[in-house]
């Protein structure tokens, strides 16, 4: 009973959307009003556990079928994660798993743990594009698959691309984009990613569609761009540097800066923050390893030391909501199939995933940011958003 009092007083905190806690067959309200949703305890969680990491000790509860909520789990988070600067979270116990090592083997592994565990697995819930990162929802009635195709579209407009050019595409996932690019503008692409599954289906597509001799994909750090001896008329980067490491921002920006011709166009699609923090401890132990989200006044500050110009920024937040309720929407369909590649407890952490981080889109935890930049002064450009 000490417990469960203890762990029911732990929660008031979180009072700002009223919700029921069901524990021992008895109920407790939290806060005021008709409750929001209904969590549902086998049994309590000891408050060392909330305190470590209350991320870690919810969702490692939740993945175990200790907890459990009555109704969806999208609409409970979304009432209850608008309150995660009230999570505890102890840094010196957790240093290791917070602040991992960002040299080049060991973000290879980090990479790989979270890219590499099937194509086949991705192609479950993910849109024909394979596109792994915020659509772009021009219209309501916008599919899943047609916010993909907007959103390649939407940023190789804003790259002003023309036949000949050369693009560089960091942590270019499956290809689509530098497929469309290829396809439309007639552009010479390379493509570099740390995943062997990327890396085989991307040059898999490349060759289905004929275009060995415009596009190139490379197994590659971007650390070690400067020494291909290549240099691009424009730079993208989807959905990437979240895996670079804070310390390590000004360095994949020189890297570019490095690598593009003067006056040159640069798109860096991220997710961001607000502030600068070090990141969940639940996402970084079951889903992105070493992953650490920006914040845009540090990305803008690294670019302008590196002499980049900022055109234009956009913030895409409430696509990416979207985006992870259709994901959300597809992986529940196929459940049963990735229960059979894994098993129960995977599952039910991968639809915590998709569901958690659509509310913190949705409460404005995290953004998504567009960043359109030139290497120096650029006069050719249209004087309006030709886009």
């Not at 009973?1 to 008031?12: D, P, T, W």
């Not at 845009?296 to 985006?323: K, P």
Request: proline share 3%; hydrophobic share 40%.
């Amino acid at each position: 009973m000490l417990e469960e009092n203890v762990l029911i007083s732990f929660l008031r905190k979180f009072d700002e959307n009223p919700f029921v806690v069901k524990v021992n067959g008895r109920e407790y309200l939290i806060g005021e009003g008709e409750p929001a949703f209904t969590v549902k305890f086998q049994k309590s969680i000891p408050l060392s556990e909330l305190i470590r990491s209350t991320s870690l000790a919810l969702g490692e509860a939740y993945m175990d079928q200790e907890l459990e909520i009555e109704g969806d789990l999208y609409e409970a988070l979304d009432h209850f994660l608008g309150q995660m600067n009230k999570f505890s979270t102890d840094q010196s116990a957790l240093k290791k798993l917070i602040f991992t090592a960002a040299t080049k083997r060991n973000q290879e592994k980090e990479v790989r743990s979270h890219y590499d565990i099937g194509n086949d697995f991705y192609k479950l819930w993910l849109d024909e594009t394979l596109s792994y990162s915020c659509g772009y929802f021009k219209h309501t009635d916008d599919t899943l698959y047609q916010a993909q195709v907007n959103k390649i579209e939407y940023i190789l407009e804003k790259l002003h691309l023309q036949k000949g050019m050369s693009l560089l595409d960091i942590g270019c996932g499956w290809g689509f984009l530098l497929i469309t690019a290829a396809k439309k503008y007639g552009i010479r692409g390379t493509g570099i990613t740390l995943s062997e599954e990327q890396y085989k289906e991307c040059n898999r597509r490349i060759a289905a569609e004929g275009l060995e001799d415009l596009l190139t994909v490379k197994l590659m750090d971007y650390r070690d761009l400067p020494k291909c001896g290549m240099a691009f008329d424009r730079v993208v980067s989807v959905g990437m540097v979240e895996h670079v490491g804070r310390d390590h921002y000004p360095l994949f920006i020189d890297c570019v800066n490095k690598v593009m011709k003067p006056g040159g166009l640069f798109l860096l699609h991220f997710i961001s923050a607000l502030k600068e923090h070090a990141g969940d401890p639940w996402i970084k132990r079951y889903i992105f390893p070493g992953g650490v989200v920006p914040s845009l006044r540090e990305i803008l500050a690294y670019a302008s030391e590196e002499g980049f110009h900022t055109q234009d920024v956009e913030n895409l937040r409430l696509h990416y909501n979207r985006t992870l309720l259709c994901w959300l929407r597809n992986f529940r369909e196929h459940a049963d199939e990735a229960a059979a590649m894994f098993d129960q407890r995977f599952v039910r952490m991968w639809e915590l995933y998709l569901a958690s981080c659509a509310a913190t889109f949705h409460n404005g935890v995290i953004d998504l940011h567009q960043v359109l930049m030139t290497k120096g002064i650029n006069n050719e450009l249209p004087m309006v958003r030709w886009y």
